[in-house]
């Protein structure tokens, strides 16, 4: 039997849970029920991916009933503690109090190689896009960018690499070696745009690194459906599998690509997409008292934009179910940045004024 399956036993779940989490709730009696809902629900023989939530009925000293949503992410050979101790890290540095916040770290288990956290509830940017609420959408991504601040402005002393393979574009999962294969075999009419492309991306972080010994936190999978608004001035930002040491800009650049890609597509209006980008870059560095938007940050902005651009094209080419139409449109944009790129002169970065 799959190790991972007494996650979907509610019995199993309550017990779990009493013995975990209800010690941390000096105001809850009991734990009576738990409603389980997977959202991701992955499991073979030995092997597993799950994401799941645990819909959990806790009893009140007084005698009244609370329901708090428990999520579990858990892989059988991904590493998932380094989730659990991001956000340790995070909630460690205020980014359990107020209106910028993140989900609450509860415990990882070895057992199902899985951290548990209480989940945040509120609906994501990406739903709000698809709505056109554009009041909602505006303050939401003015309110992201803060939250982006306070995460790049944390001291790194004490940080370690939460993930040190998804610091580097060279080795970002699945690794450039292995998306140029994959093109090359299923698409050899994109062979040449990818080899350039990665090369030009790697060359320039590469020179930008060697030019500083300054590294940020950053989240490094910045995009709509990551942002939660949990009420009319909270949000929190969830999925911290990427949270690593790297360049700040490259949360920028890729949540500027995705909020232009997925409003351009939901709302079809190219003037708003780029205004709401617009927005986000204005709030950020409007309270980035010591970073300002120079030539080099906007070059570096622009490197992880046309690569997250590539990440995305490259999702619809290599998925199981490939959807070459969706990615034409992407890489003929890449192809038009490429063509003003210069491949054999990195981009020069002076020191960097933080």
């Known amino acids: 039997m799959n190790k991972i399956l007494p996650l979907f036993d509610e019995k199993y779940v309550i017990g779990l849970l009493k013995e975990k989490v209800l010690p941390m709730y000096p105001d809850f009696?009991?734990?009576?029920?738990?409603?389980?809902?997977?959202?991701?629900?992955?499991?073979?023989?030995?092997?597993?991916?799950?994401?799941?939530?645990?819909k959990t009925t806790f009893l009140t000293k007084d005698g009244k009933r609370k329901k708090l949503p428990i999520i579990c992410s858990a892989h059988s050979s991904e590493p998932r503690k380094n989730v659990f101790e991001s956000l340790e890290f995070l909630w460690g540095h205020d980014f359990g109090r107020g209106y910028l916040t993140i989900p609450h770290p509860l415990f990882y288990s070895d057992d199902f190689r899985g951290t548990f956290y209480r989940g945040v509830e509120g609906k994501n940017l990406y739903q709000y896009i698809k709505e056109k609420k554009f009041?909602?959408?505006?303050?939401?991504?003015?309110?992201?960018?803060?939250?982006?601040v306070k995460l790049h402005n944390l001291p790194t002393g004490k940080a370690r690499n939460f993930n040190e393979e998804n610091s580097r574009i060279a080795t970002v999962y699945p690794g450039v070696r292995h998306i140029l294969w994959r093109v090359k075999e299923n698409f050899p009419q994109y062979e040449d745009v990818f080899t350039?492309?990665?090369r030009i991306f790697d060359n320039r972080e590469k020179s930008f690194f060697k030019s500083?010994?300054?590294?940020?936190l950053i989240h490094g999978d910045a995009h709509p459906e990551n942002i939660i608004k949990m009420g009319s001035k909270k949000i929190a930002v969830i999925d911290f599998t990427d949270l690593c040491l790297g360049d700040f800009a490259r949360d920028i650049g890729a949540f500027t690509q995705q909020l232009e890609y997925m409003s351009s597509r939901k709302i079809e209006d190219q003037t708003y997409a780029a205004r709401i980008k617009d927005i986000f870059l204005d709030r950020y560095f409007k309270n980035s008292p010591r970073r300002k938007l120079n030539?080099?940050?906007?070059k570096r902005i622009e490197l992880y934009y046309y690569w997250t651009s590539m990440?995305?094209?490259?999702?619809?080419?290599?998925?199981?179910?490939?959807?070459?139409?969706?990615?034409?449109?992407?890489v003929d944009k890449i192809k038009t940045w490429l063509a003003s790129a210069k491949e054999n002169v990195p981009a020069r970065y002076p020191k960097t004024e933080e």
């Open 29 to 54: 009696l009991d734990i009576k029920r738990v409603k389980i809902q997977p959202y991701k629900k992955l499991i073979w023989e030995n092997t597993y991916h799950v994401v799941v939530e645990f």
């Open 212 to 216: 500083t010994d300054r590294r940020w």
């Open 295 to 298: 030539e080099d940050i906007r």
């Open 311 to 330: 990440r995305t094209a490259t999702f619809f080419l290599i998925k199981d179910k490939a959807e070459p139409e969706r990615a034409e449109a992407i």
């Open 196 to 198: 350039k492309a990665y």
């Open 135 to 148: 009041n909602e959408i505006e303050t939401i991504v003015s309110k992201t960018a803060l939250w982006f």
